[in-house]
C-alpha cells in the first residue's frame, strides 16, 4: 500500500539523503557529479529541507507498507492551480508503481482543497522516464515553457524543434 504522511522530524535524515540523491540525479542529466559536488548538495539539503516547509509547500513522505521509499513536495502558486514541485523514489524502488500512486494521492490532496481545478508539474525533457510517466498519468496539457539561457558553457546537447523554433535540452 502507498500513502503519503505529512513529513515530519522523524524522517530528517533519511529526508535530507534523498534530497541530495535527488539533486544530483537532476545534475547528472548534463555533467558529470563530483565527490566533492555530492558531499556539498548534501550540506545544502538541510536548506532546502527547510525551504520546503515554509509558505505554501506541502512536503509529504512516501511510504510504502509503512516504510519511507521516498518524497512529494506540492505547492499552491495560486487560487485554482497546485503544483507538484517535486518527486523522488528511492532507486532500488523505482519500477513499482509508487510514483504513480503517490501521484495518485497527490491529486486525492487537490481535489480536496476548495477551489482547485488543475494539478501542474515540470519535468526536465532528459529524464525521458519522468516524462513517459507523467504522460501515461494524463499530464498532457501544455500550460508553460521554461526556457533556460546558459551564461557558461551549454551542456545541454539534445536538440528540439517546437512550433518552428529549435531548442536544446
Same mark, same amino acid.
Given at each position: 500500500? $502507498?500513502?503519503?504522511?505529512?513529513? &515530519?522530524?522523524?524522517?530528517?535524515?533519511?529526508?535530507?539523503?534523498?534530497?541530495?540523491?535527488?539533486?544530483?540525479?537532476?545534475?547528472?542529466?548534463?555533467?558529470?557529479?563530483?565527490?566533492?559536488?555530492?558531499?556539498?548538495?548534501? &550540506?545544502?539539503?538541510?536548506?532546502?529541507? !527547510?525551504?520546503? !516547509?515554509? @509558505?505554501?509547500?506541502?512536503?509529504?513522505? $512516501?511510504? !510504502?507498507?509503512?516504510? &519511507?521509499? @521516498?518524497?512529494?513536495?506540492?505547492?499552491?502558486?495560486?487560487?485554482?492551480?497546485?503544483? $507538484?514541485?517535486?518527486?523522488?523514489?528511492?532507486?532500488?524502488?523505482?519500477? !513499482? @508503481?509508487?510514483?504513480?500512486?503517490? $501521484? &495518485?494521492?497527490?491529486?486525492?490532496?487537490?481535489?480536496?482543497?476548495?477551489?482547485?481545478?488543475?494539478?501542474?508539474?515540470?519535468?526536465?525533457?532528459?529524464?525521458?522516464?519522468?516524462?513517459?510517466?507523467?504522460?501515461?498519468?494524463?499530464?498532457?496539457?501544455?500550460?508553460?515553457?521554461?526556457?533556460?539561457?546558459?551564461?557558461?558553457?551549454?551542456?545541454?546537447?539534445?536538440?528540439?524543434?517546437?512550433? @518552428?523554433?529549435?531548442?536544446?535540452?
Amino acid at each position: 500500500m $502507498i500513502r503519503l504522511l505529512k513529513y &515530519s522530524e522523524d524522517f530528517e535524515a533519511e529526508t535530507l539523503c534523498r534530497i541530495a540523491e535527488f539533486f544530483g540525479f537532476h545534475q547528472a542529466l548534463v555533467k558529470e557529479i563530483t565527490e566533492e559536488a555530492k558531499t556539498k548538495a548534501l &550540506s545544502e539539503a538541510a536548506d532546502t529541507l !527547510q525551504d520546503w !516547509q515554509h @509558505g505554501d509547500n506541502e512536503l509529504y513522505v $512516501i511510504l !510504502q507498507n509503512d516504510v &519511507s521509499v @521516498g518524497f512529494l513536495r506540492m505547492n499552491y502558486r495560486g487560487p485554482i492551480v497546485a503544483w $507538484i514541485e517535486d518527486i523522488f523514489v528511492d532507486e532500488d524502488r523505482r519500477g !513499482q @508503481g509508487i510514483a504513480t500512486k503517490a $501521484i &495518485s494521492a497527490a491529486e486525492d490532496i487537490v481535489r480536496g482543497k476548495i477551489g482547485y481545478e488543475a494539478l501542474c508539474l515540470d519535468v526536465v525533457p532528459r529524464n525521458a522516464a519522468a516524462l513517459k510517466l507523467y504522460h501515461k498519468l494524463g499530464f498532457t496539457d501544455l500550460s508553460m515553457i521554461t526556457l533556460r539561457k546558459e551564461l557558461k558553457e551549454s551542456k545541454r546537447d539534445c536538440p528540439l524543434e517546437l512550433l @518552428g523554433l529549435k531548442f536544446k535540452y
